[in-house]
């Protein structure tokens, strides 16, 4: 049986972090952060009281206050829903899956708090005993994206023009997800193991990523070779191709990331629901 947030003990510590259920004394420094231009472009729905706040924050039971030093820097929501199912086995999905979403206030970004905060936010759902997670944002929101996928949720959709933005323009939308048997191989405990540092466990130990690339690079080129000449080709994990294989890094092409919050918008389920939206 799946459980709520208010099954758990709280706070929840992490390396620098503190997660804990919202009081009222928090809802100012939150509002601050949120009604920033920048921030709030991102959100669902502005809020310009702290009474518009008040009842997500204090009553839903779905919000976390993120904190370092005693500061509040952020917040993160986890939403327990039901998964798509057909009618005869509906009832199996109750509450099989959560929704994530979270903000980092603007001047304590750039920090890798989002990802710190995310990562305790998906153990924190699997804890509860949802089988699935999913997160969503525009696909302008680069910075959501990246926490994503350095938290180590897959893309499972990319929507064309389906999500109207309060400025009156349709935008894509992306849908990210992990499954509760993926956390235990994405994880922390397995990464670390494979040789990633405890503070970054999407990184690999300095001097690792030459040694990758070369096994890239070479890769690449064997295929290249092949196709043009259908030769045979033997490569040896680990073994570094000559220099005139290496091809040049490529400048990154995507849309420059902008300044703000890295709260992904809700979105609908990547699954098809014919007259139903979330």
Known sequence: ??????????PRRTERLLLRPPQRADLPAVLA??????????LTAVATEEEEISGRFLVSGTALVV?????????VMLQVGDGWAQREVAD??????????????????????????????VTIAFALG????????????????????K???RQEGHFVRESLHRDGTWRDGVTYALLADEWDVVGPTHLISQGCSAEHPRRRPHGQHKVLLHEVAATLQANVRHRLTHEPVHLVTGQRPPDDLVPPVAGQRGRPVRPGHELPTRRASSRSRPGERK
């Open 67 to 75: 904190e370092r030093d005693r500061e509040v820097v952020g917040d």
């Open 33 to 42: 952060y949120r009604s920033d231009p920048e921030v709030a472009r991102w």
């Open 92 to 121: 199996r999905a109750r509450r099989t899956q959560a929704e994530l979403g979270w903000v980092v206030a603007p001047a304590h970004q750039g920090q890798g708090y989002a990802v710190e905060a995310v990562r305790e936010l």
């Open 1 to 10: 049986m799946t459980r709520g947030l208010s099954d758990l003990t709280w």
């Open 151 to 153: 938290v180590g949720l």
């Open 130 to 149: 949802v089988r699935r997670v999913e997160a969503g944002s525009f696909a302008e929101n680069v910075v959501s994206r990246r926490v994503m996928e």
